[in-house]
């Protein structure tokens, strides 16, 4: 089985503009949620998506927005970055919105830094 | 409001020194208790799954066992390729809930 893929794997961005992560689900996977990961920080929630529509959004500003795609994949888009918005941005799929066992398969991520 | 504190922050043994590292959560509704592990740049690492208080989960040198408050990651005689740092996140019973994660204990085994 495929695992769950993202790209890039870095980017570097100025402050005051935007940036698109992508990720494709683990095969058999509907459900796609997005975190960030500061430096020494465990993943903080983003937004969860559920056959194409978001069904749950944690503490973050609407410059925060994403989308999912019939195939399940799904991107991440950030507007107006901060130097605040530097981190690992994990992407993790999952059957179902998170049943079963394994919870969610995560990604390697993709390192965003904003200068 | 949902939360997961794990302790200590950081750990260093000695290669074959075992140890436990621990979960404090508070959820309501406990649904799951899941550890992962994660190395340097890289995303997390499903290692168990807990369910109810008493279960325990064992897979080569970690053990995993969970009690209404806590769960313990029990590391036995480990090996410098166990370091990594280990996460713990509860999950909620209630509607479309996410993964609450805490901050993860960075384990270092000295050979």
């Known amino acids: 089985e495929t695992g769950v893929t993202q790209s890039p794997t870095h980017l570097i961005k100025t402050r005051g503009q935007q940036v698109t992560l992508r990720c494709s689900s683990q095969?058999?996977?509907?459900?796609v949620s997005w975190y960030q990961q500061a430096l020494g920080q465990g993943p903080q929630f983003i937004f969860q998506?559920?056959?194409?529509?978001?069904?749950g959004r944690g503490n973050f500003p609407p410059r925060f927005s994403g989308l999912q795609f019939p195939n399940y994949s799904s991107e991440l888009n950030v507007n107006a970055l901060e130097l605040d918005d530097s981190a690992l941005y994990l992407c993790?799929?999952?059957?179902?919105?998170?049943?079963?066992?394994?919870?969610?398969?995560f990604g390697s991520g993709t390192r965003l830094t904003v200068v | 409001e949902d939360q997961v504190t794990q302790s200590p922050e950081a750990l260093r043994l000695q290669e074959g020194e075992s140890s436990s590292l621990n979960c404090s959560y508070t959820?309501?509704?406990?649904?799951?208790l899941f550890w992962y592990r994660q190395d340097p740049g890289k995303g997390p690492e499903f290692l168990f799954t807990?369910?109810?208080a008493g279960e325990e989960k064992e897979k080569e040198r970690l053990k995993a066992t969970l009690t209404k408050k806590e769960s313990f990651l029990h590391i036995t005689a480990p090996k410098p390729e166990d370091s990594a740092t280990y996460l713990c996140?509860?999950?909620?019973?209630?509607?479309?809930?996410?993964?609450?994660f805490g901050k993860g204990t960075r384990l270092s085994v000295i050979a």
């Open positions: 993790a799929s999952s059957p179902q919105q998170g049943s079963g066992g394994r919870g969610y398969t």
């Open positions: 095969s058999g996977h509907n459900t």
């Open positions: 998506y559920y056959r194409e529509e978001e069904n």
């Open positions: 959820v309501s509704g406990l649904r799951g």
């Open positions: 807990l369910y109810s």
């Open positions: 996140a509860a999950r909620a019973t209630s509607g479309n809930t996410p993964l609450v």
